[in-house]
């Protein structure tokens, strides 16, 4: 079954963003791991979707993303105050979680992306619909800004599955959730891979940076 997997690069003290949204400071935190592709080419490579807040949305327009949205993908956009409907390649969407999700199964197809906000994390984890996270945690502490999980939503528990340290510092930590409807029975040993294929949030180049904005 296709996972809905939410991906993000954060900071040591757990922000994808700057209270203005900015994060910029995500190149600063990994300019010594220049050339490091943070896994993020096998994780293209699983995903065939992309879901993404209206504030994310916007965001990732001024960082350079075109309004059609991540190239050869299918781009959805949570919004309570854009009218829904496609334009631009974009679907703009203000479904529930579970029923929106529910419907993206009924069709074949690859892994589905939840790359921010922290909020439309938030209506996932409400909705017992959020199956994986994966967490790109660089080592710089911001002090303030958009938390990666804003409070709101019910305890969840959670399976590590994968660390893999990249250059710069940078960990990259994958997570099972376990009380997903679709979480299988739940495995007694955590593998530590040196060198994996599991994707990873990629925490630079612009071209496929996490926005990393709230909403």
């Not at 938390?147 to 990249?166: C, H, I, R, S």
Request: glycine content about 14%.
């Amino acid at each position: 079954m296709r996972k809905v997997i939410y991906a993000v690069g954060v900071s040591l003290d757990g922000y994808l963003a700057s209270p203005d949204g900015s994060v910029a400071w995500l190149e600063r935190a990994t300019r010594k791991a220049q050339g490091e592709d943070f896994g993020m080419g096998a994780f293209f490579k699983s995903i065939d979707t992309v879901l993404m807040g209206r504030k994310t949305y916007e965001i990732a327009l001024k960082m350079g993303m075109g309004k059609g949205g991540y190239p050869k993908m299918k781009n959805y956009i949570f919004s309570r105050t854009l009218p829904p409907g496609k334009r631009d390649n974009v679907e703009f969407v203000a479904d529930d979680p579970a029923a929106f999700v529910a419907r993206l199964r009924q069709h074949p197809g690859k892994n589905i992306w939840l790359c921010g906000g922290g909020e439309l994390a938030r209506e996932f984890l409400q909705s017992r619909v959020l199956e994986e996270v994966v967490l790109g945690v660089v080592p710089l502490l911001i002090g303030a800004g958009r938390p990666t999980f804003p409070a709101g939503f019910p305890e969840t528990e959670l399976e590590l599955t994968e660390v893999k340290q990249y250059k710069g510092g940078v960990l990259g930590l994958t997570y099972r959730v376990l009380n997903a409807p679709t979480s299988g029975p739940r495995t007694e040993n955590m593998g530590t891979q040196e060198q994996s294929t599991r994707g990873q949030p990629q925490p630079t180049r612009a071209n496929r940076r996490h926005p990393n904005k709230g909403g």
